[in-house]
């Protein structure tokens, strides 16, 4: 004789989450295979038998990088908090606060590359001093003015190669060219070309994110114009990283900004194993989209909000690219791995 299935599906809940019991226990004890005891845990879940609570709030932003995580091609998304009632200043502090605690573990053999930014300068400032180290920080772009009222370009580079006890290259060059015959002549400089080397045979490359707007620090410096981003805007351009414009892909644009900018080409990013981007910012939601369709990077770190946005505007692209032609205006809890936009299957 055995038990009736609705006894042994809630004697099977009992011993899992009160006597904390593993399947295989439970299976032996109620003489049932472990696969029915596991099948009987879901189905209870599922009919709202049992209902699991959290008590952290933060769980809601762990969902949406597991979220983020399972609905493209990265490996890691790190979600914090949108500070409540805050500027996008407390944000880019917040968020580089995030990009600093996912280097505690950095190796000292590790070369690391990294690009200007104000929430780069955030993670920089937030690395502790003389504790870490690392074997080199070098350079992935030209540099330029200041990125915030207190440290340039050039020196986040110094800053987190003195933090890390690291050998520091930069590149003594502007992000972009006025002409693309000086880009060139640049490029064949030696110590462009080997600083351009050790960039890509980097171990981790942090970025940040720029959008086709005013609010783009290669705007703020006099790089590109705002004739120059309706251009780029027309060429499909959602955003730049270290003074590369890509489309929605992350294919890079054919533009002569392709040929003006003195950085690492995006074939050579793509061979460094961790590469991580630091953004939010409802402006710069296609920009972020574009950096993980097109596999861009591995590790992205934002705020809540801003993952939000992301998730919603995927599923929108899935939706109108299926033919719906609806709005999602919600998070999705439970949905399949979606194909990639950048597969032409999405």
Known sequence: MSLPKDSQLLRSCYLFYRENMTMQEIAKQLHISRFKVSRYIKEAVEKGIVQVHFRDSNIEHEKLALQLEQSFPIKLALVVPTP?????????????????????????????????????????????????????????????????????????????????????????????????ATAHALLQEPIIRKTLRIASESDIAIMGVGPTDVDSLLYRSGYVSEIDFAYLKDSNAVGSIFGRFYDLNGRECDTEFRERAIALSFDDLRKIPERMALTMGSHRIQAILGLMYGELITTLVTDSDTATAVLEEHFTLQAERSGKGTRVTTVIEEHEEPSLLAQGKV
Do not use: M
């Open 84 to 180: 409540y009632r805050s500027d996008i200043s407390a944000v880019r502090l917040a968020v580089g606060q995030a990009g600093a605690s996912l280097l505690a573990d950095i190796k000292p053999e590790t070369s690391l590359s990294i690009t200007w930014g104000r929430t780069i300068a955030h993670l920089v400032e937030n690395l502790p001093s003389d504790q870490l180290k690392a074997q080199r920080v070098v350079d992935l772009a030209g540099g330029f003015g200041e990125v915030t009222d207190e440290i340039s370009a050039r020196a986040v580079t110094l800053q987190i190669a003195r933090k890390l006890n690291a050998e520091c290259f930069q590149l003594p060059a502007p992000t972009i060219v006025e002409n693309i």
